[in-house]
């Protein structure tokens, strides 16, 4: 199952779930063709590295909070 939505600029996010259970899988970006996200907890791997990045902070609800030591980004790096 695949769910669509507008993003920045009009670009397209098409975020791909699984069938089954509903879990999102990966999502594509029009803009970035090239690259796909994946979602963390579709690995199962206690010892899955931690993120180093957090991006498109502009959009975050305020309750979020990240660790300090990460390179922190309101919108996609250049």
Request: proline share 8%; charged share 20%; aromatic share 12%.
């Amino acid at each position: 199952k695949i769910y669509v939505r507008d993003g920045q600029e009009g670009r397209k996010i098409r975020t791909h779930f699984c069938p089954t259970c509903g879990t999102t899988v990966f999502w594509e970006a029009d803009l970035r063709p090239d690259h796909i996200g994946v979602a963390v907890g579709a690995f199962h791997d206690a010892n899955f590295p931690p993120p180093t990045v957090s991006v498109w902070e502009e959009s975050k609800h305020g309750w979020i909070a990240f660790a300090h030591d990460l390179r922190h980004f309101q919108g996609m790096p250049t």
